[in-house]
Nanobody, 121 residues
Framework: QVQLVESGGGLVQAGGSLRLSCAAS????????MGWFRQAPGKERQFVAA??????SYLDSVKGRFTISRDNAKNTVYLQMNSLKPEDTAVYYC????????????????WGQGTQVTVSS
């Protein structure tokens, strides 16, 4: 099975930047659809961004601020987050799937443990 490990979370002030990383193992990385989701206390898990071999998708509220990318040689996906806002505060999860790009959490088969992102006002 695929194992995913997130890193790079932390505490930043509003307007600041943070880069999250997700290292994958157990499958051919280039074939995986990789996604980022986030979950705040008491809220449902929310799609943030995803990337396949030929497509990228973003949550509307993060377009122009967040950038998802992947390095297949390193089996790693990244989420560069700029102009962070307090409402971005959440646990961010990396996810992987063998199908087509999707924004639906339940369609992803593999999940990391999450990394906390806190944005202060």
């Amino acid at each position: 099975q695929v194992q995913l490990v997130e890193s790079g979370g932390g505490l930043v002030q509003a307007g600041g930047s943070l880069r999250l990383s997700c290292a994958a193992s157990g499958r051919t990385f280039s074939r995986l659809v990789m996604g980022w989701f986030r979950q705040a206390p008491g809220k449902e898990r929310q799609f943030v961004a995803a990337i396949s071999w030929n497509s990228i998708s973003y949550l509307d509220s993060v377009k122009g601020r967040f950038t998802i990318s992947r390095d297949n040689a390193k089996n790693t996906v990244y989420l560069q987050m700029n102009s962070l806002k307090p409402e971005d505060t959440a646990v961010y999860y990396c996810a992987a799937d063998l199908g087509r790009l999707t924004t639906t959490p339940h369609e992803y088969d593999y999940w990391g443990q999450g990394t906390q992102v806190t944005v202060s006002s």
